[in-house]
């Protein structure tokens, strides 16, 4: 496969918000997870010091909050203040402690050096539920909410920039769940009182990839929206625990990423919004969570028959799966990297993704007593967030070869090139499970002097990392000469410096 680009022909600038992640008080994301105040690696606030070093390697930029289906009947003035009262969790069934809430995460995003994003509930929430969580937030003192900060032990104000209104209030998964007509009206009565509290706020709502729902919210609420919100899991149901195998992941790429893309692309411009509300991918990863019995008329049945413990080890205990790390592959590596290469290739429109999650369930990063577990896609994370520039370059492409896998053809290579401070970084996916691949840089203008490529892989399609096995990292070459050729292995993930 042959790449021709000028850095004169540019697609944008790629947002580093597109390397963000998500995390969700779900299984053992928060409890156990991130915050573990029992857990020998545990800092003066609870928080795991190595996730915190983990997610400060891979730069993250962002990281959303509280979820999620848990957002939508959470009632975040429980979660701060001295005195912090379990509740019960109607989204996931069990109990929340509240010991981890908006103040903790404020001090959880600071330690790793990232922007704190908000999932407000639009579920059994209000537009004053919301607007007075962005004057605890927000506010300097005025008001009950920001004086109940203050007491609370955070005289300055936290500053949250970014904030969504609902999460995926379209589904009847959702609590809460809104006609698209409620929706526009909920979103834009909501937006209109949190800008009244701080107008500098950055603002989005839950869209799909579907007309109807975009027509009705933004032409309702269009005036008061920075960014549109949409979720992806591609491999496998929530019901399916290790989802999709290689070959299968492999035709979940390229095109099956992109349409989503471009229908919101076009519903924005169809409304004359596209220079001005974004696309925030705030959810996203190749597997969706395992959590059976979600939906409530099958848990009729499984509470019918059984006593509620046995529910309960029955229906929740089947969430400590979703824990078995070699279900995580290079499969997972490659998805991920096509994905973002996808993103990258829209960073006109898509300013920001969220992998969900960043720590345990399908996360990149797992937690166990001793320490954590690396899996494949985090590499992708610390290839692309410390090595790919800003700038996205146009690319001609020409012998690109394919694969094809159940009836569907995709390219077997996804490249793409950027350009920025020190030269340029090219990063190069070879989804073949078997062949090598050649790629070939056509750098008009010429300049190049040396290249250094970095490789997520592993022995095969099916390697994973587990506690006391690593079948899978990155290999750094050495900087040599440029020839503008890059040899690439089956089933990896490149970065190609060069300078
Ligand atoms: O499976 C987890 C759920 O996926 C998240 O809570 C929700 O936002 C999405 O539907």
Request: proline letters at 4%; charged letters at 25%; a negative charge.
């Amino acid at each position: 496969m042959k790449l021709t680009f000028t850095r004169t022909q540019t697609v944008g600038t790629a947002d580093r918000m597109l390397y963000g992640h998500f995390l969700e008080h779900f299984h053992r994301q928060i409890y156990g997870g991130v915050y573990d105040p029992a857990s020998p690696f545990a800092d003066e606030d609870g928080f795991r010091a190595d996730v915190i070093e983990a997610l400060r390697r891979i730069k993250t930029p962002i990281i959303r909050w509280p979820g999620g289906c848990y957002v939508s009947a959470y009632d975040w003035k429980k979660g701060v203040g001295k005195k912090r009262v379990p509740a019960y969790d109607k989204a996931w069934r069990v109990e929340e402690p509240h010991t981890f809430g908006t103040d903790e995460f404020i001090k959880l995003c600071r330690k790793i050096g990232c922007e704190p994003y908000i999932c407000t509930n639009a579920g059994t929430g209000t537009a004053e539920d919301m607007s007075d969580w962005v004057e605890y937030c927000n506010l300097r003192e005025m008001g009950q909410y920001a004086k109940m900060r203050i007491e609370n032990g955070f005289p300055e104000p936290h500053g949250v920039k970014y904030w969504s209104v609902g999460n995926e209030n379209w589904g009847g998964h959702e609590i809460g769940a809104k006609e698209a007509e409620e929706w526009g009206r909920l979103v834009r009565e909501s937006a209109k009182m949190m800008l009244r509290v701080d107008p500098t706020l950055e603002l989005s709502a839950a869209s799909i990839a579907n007309l109807d729902w975009n027509v009705k919210l933004l032409r309702a609420a269009g005036d008061y929206l920075d960014w549109v919100s949409i979720h992806g899991y591609w491999g496998g149901t929530p019901d399916g625990l290790k989802g999709d195998g290689y070959d299968t992941v492999i035709t979940k790429t390229g095109s099956v990423i992109s349409d989503e893309i471009e229908r919101v692309r076009a519903y924005l411009t169809a409304l004359g919004l596209e220079k001005k509300i974004k696309i925030a991918y705030d959810e996203w990863n190749l597997r969706g969570w395992h959590h059976p019995n979600f939906i409530d008329t099958w848990n009729r049945g499984a509470y019918k028959s059984e006593d509620e413990k046995a529910y309960r080890e029955k229906v929740l205990g089947e969430r400590d799966k979703n824990d078995i790390n070699s279900i995580y592959t290079v499969a997972d590596a490659v998805f991920s990297a096509c994905f973002l290469n996808t993103c990258l290739r829209a960073c006109d429109i898509v300013r920001m993704a969220c992998f969900s999650p960043a720590v345990n369930t399908r996360g990149c990063v797992f937690t166990h007593k001793d320490g954590v577990v690396l899996r494949p896609q985090y590499f992708v994370f610390e290839l692309y967030a410390n090595l790919m520039k800003d700038t996205v370059l146009d690319v001609w492409r020409e012998d690109v070869p394919t694969i094809t896998g159940e009836g569907r053809t995709v390219d077997a290579v996804d490249a793409v090139v950027t350009y920025g401070e020190g030269g340029y970084a090219v990063s190069a996916v070879n989804k073949s499970r078997a062949d090598v691949m050649t790629l070939d840089l056509e750098m008009l203008g010429g300049g190049a002097k040396e290249m250094r490529i970095h490789t997520v892989n592993g022995p095969s399609v099916d390697s994973y990392n587990d506690i006391g096995r690593t079948e899978v990292g990155i290999t750094d070459g050495e900087w040599e000469p440029y020839t503008g050729r890059v040899t690439l292995a089956p089933h990896s993930v490149n970065v190609i410096e060069i300078r």
